[in-house]
């Protein structure tokens, strides 16, 4: 089974940008799908972003299109968000997950969660 470790959360304000890294290991990182996703205090595990499994292909939940980017980088093992813009709705713990599968908005289609890094949006 792969092992994904999260990284590059921060406090930041309102407007900057964040880039977290979701880190591979364990198995081929090619064979997976990954997806972005994150939760608030009292709110569902919500999809955010994923990628298939050679980069081609993004899909972004409506909320953050046109201002986050996923991508991947498979000599690295890495998978990337790009938050540019960053609103205090976007703070969050933020999971990547991957999916054997076809890159899909459905968290149940993704496993091996990491631990989740924290992004914090003051206004």
């Known amino acids: 089974q792969v092992q994904l470790v999260e990284s590059g959360g921060g406090l930041v304000q309102a407007g900057d940008s964040l880039r977290l890294s979701c880190a591979a290991s364990?198995?081929?990182?090619?064979?997976?799908?990954m997806a972005w996703f994150r939760q608030a205090p009292g709110k569902e595990r919500e999809f955010v972003a994923t990628?298939?499994?050679?980069?081609?292909?993004?899909d972004y939940t409506n909320s953050v299109k046109g201002r986050f980017t996923i991508s991947r980088d498979n000599a690295k093992n890495t998978v990337y968000l790009q938050m540019n813009n960053l609103e205090p709705e976007d703070a969050a713990v933020y999971y990547c997950g991957a999916g054997r599968r076809s890159s899909t908005r459905t968290r149940n289609d993704y496993g091996n969660w990491g631990q989740g890094t924290q992004v914090t949006v003051s206004s």
């Open positions: 364990g198995c081929s990182f090619t064979f997976y799908a």
């Open positions: 990628i298939n499994r050679i980069g081609r292909s993004t």
